[in-house]
């Protein structure tokens, strides 16, 4: 059993949840570190941009997520069960009067929801453990006093701006251009990485004013501190009484001694002088990182980094995080992982993680995501069907999640959206080669059948889109079982001709089949072609210092 785990579902459900033995699927602090993205509450639909093999843009587009909230059954559920818990008296006092005062309405049937999930989450987290959550102005000053009441104010850590694009036009308010990441920590003792950044040029050449004849910049740096000391730091050196000034020196004379026989002191010219030490401009880690970070740059349209998934954050970013707060080996959660940024600076970094989503899509473009950037990468997919028992369930719940599910069985992408009509009869394309050249590519048009009344016209319409789109062929995906004119009228649409031989033009599959693997000789799919979609994430290097590896090995 792989430690990463991907999980399908609300993560509510997922962080209370259960497996087959009756364990729990997220036992009480068992996480280092959790990070979460979670819709901002911004009254926004959010669409996954897809792009076709030549790079241009394609016509598809399939609504990621409603970033939007009413208050109804759930979110007076989700109120009551934080009213409820006995764990979090401060929170749910600070939940009773938010409500109060603002009402049963979109912001606070938000917060609400928010609330009971971020209970579980510091369930789940290690008493050295953080979290970071990352929000916009929309609620950020509501989810503060909602973290007060669950972490304590005593452990908040920061307040982190992230300059999120570099320009806003906006007529009559300061142009907002930031987002905003809440850290704070489970207690007292936690994992803290002091990180760096490179020292601007501007500061290199006002303060490391001195260069030595091998082209070593250095900068003068004093040798005592403030107050006497009664010890051997209290003592003349070199005829230099320090203590008649009020200070003391930083060193041990003895140290020092040994510092200035290695050229690490600049004496001055004039006689009594104070020494100076020579602080290197490379032996320095560069500058502390501060609660503002600036230096990484936004997600454009251009970006190679960009997988098409909307709300998409930098991976240096998720990288700058993760190390700052978590060890090699430890155990990283992303509750909200939308494009799987979090998981993949996770893995990128020799950590261990969990990511939860609650949208198919989301799912498949994680598992592709991670394939692509880590060769031989293992982890575990957990609440999407393994049986066709699982599947009729998923199906009766959500047809649209079902569809995209069912796609994702034929490498497919899925087309179309939540709109009556909108899909024009595919629910999917799967690109295929025909031919050797990367350019020999055509369309394989895939639609999906949920329900148990299926007939020849569903043959009948596949073979019409087929003919329409001028596709290569088509696949109906049936959750039912198709019926023997089915299969005849699939079979009368002949075959198509690939430079990889030939197979059945129209071919009718079953979500059974498909689970179990089963496939006639003649209903085999020419091979993949680059997927139409989401981008392919670049191939990664798991990036791990000696000390990072020799952790690991223990």
């Known amino acids: 059993m792989s430690n990463n785990k991907l999980f399908y579902g609300d993560n509510l459900e997922v962080l209370r949840g259960r497996d087959a033995d009756g364990r729990p699927l997220m036992p009480d602090e068992s996480v280092d570190l959790i990070y979460l993205d979670p819709p ?33 059954d759930s979110a007076e559920a989700a109120y009551n069960d934080v009213l409820t818990q006995v764990s979090h008296t401060d929170a749910a006092t600070l939940m009773r009067g938010i409500v109060t005062a603002l009402g049963r309405n979109d912001m606070t049937a938000y917060l609400v929801m928010m609330a009971v999930r971020l209970m579980e989450l510091h369930r789940v987290l290690k008493p050295t453990g953080s979290l970071y959550l990352h929000c916009d102005p929309t609620a950020s000053h509501y989810l503060k006093i909602v973290l007060d009441g669950i972490f304590g104010p005593h452990n908040f850590r920061n307040e982190i701006v992230w300059k999120r694009t570099s320009a806003h036009s906006s007529t009559k308010r300061w142009g907002p251009v930031h987002d905003t990441i809440f850290f704070y920590s489970r207690g007292e003792n936690f994992i803290w990485n002091p990180q760096y950044v490179p ?140 494009c799987g940024t979090a998981v993949h600076a996770a893995q990128k970094l020799g950590r261990h993680w969990i990511g939860m989503d609650v949208t198919h899509l989301a799912i498949s473009l994680i598992e592709r995501r991670l394939k692509d950037a880590f060769s031989g990468i293992a982890f575990e997919v957990l609440g999407t069907p393994r049986d066709l028992a699982a599947a009729r369930d998923l199906a009766s719940r959500d047809k649209h999640q079902f569809q995209w599910w ?27 080669r025909t031919g050797p050249k990367t350019e020999h590519l055509d369309r394989i048009i895939v639609s999906v059948k949920g329900g148990e009344n299926i007939s020849v016209r569903d043959v009948r319409d596949l073979v019409g889109t087929v003919q329409r789109e001028g596709a290569l062929g088509g696949v109906l995906v049936t959750l ?26 129209i071919m009718v599959k079953t979500i059974d089949e498909l689970l179990r693997g089963i496939h006639d000789d003649q209903e085999r799919l020419p091979p993949l072609g680059r997927q139409e979609g989401f981008r392919r994430a670049a191939r990664e290097t798991t990036r791990r210092s000696a000390t990072d590896q020799a952790a690991l090995d223990i």
């Open 480 to 505: 039912a079982k198709p019926t023997k004119d089915m299969m005849r009228e699939a079979a009368s649409a002949g075959f198509a001709d690939t430079g990889f031989g030939q197979f059945r033009k």
């Open 199 to 338: 020292y601007e040029r501007s500061y290199i050449e006002g303060f490391y004013t001195h260069v030595d004849p091998d082209g070593r910049r250095w900068r003068r740096s004093d040798l005592t501190g403030a107050g006497t000391r009664n010890g051997e730091t209290g003592e003349v050196w070199r005829g230099l009484n320090v203590t008649a000034k009020g200070r003391h020196w930083a060193y041990p004379p003895r140290v020092l001694d040994e510092m200035d026989a290695a050229g690490l002191l600049h004496w001055p010219n004039k006689a009594g002088g104070m020494p100076m030490f020579k602080r290197y401009l490379d032996q320095q880690p560069g500058q502390a990182i501060g609660d503002t970070i600036t230096d990484i740059p936004p997600m454009h349209n251009l970006s190679e980094e960009r997988l098409g998934y909307p709300t998409q954050k930098p991976l240096a970013l998720l990288e700058r995080i993760i190390a700052a707060s978590s060890n090699p080996g430890d155990v990283i959660l992303d509750p909200f992982c939308g």
């Open 40 to 72: 901002f509450n911004s009254a926004a639909n959010y669409n996954v941009l897809f792009r076709a093999p030549d790079g241009k843009a394609s016509d598809s587009q399939l609504e990621a997520f409603d970033d939007t909230w009413h208050w109804g």
């Open 406 to 432: 069912a796609v994702s069985l034929l490498d497919a992408v899925p087309q179309g959206g939540k709109k009556k009509g909108a899909d024009r009869g595919i629910d999917g394309i799967r690109w295929v």
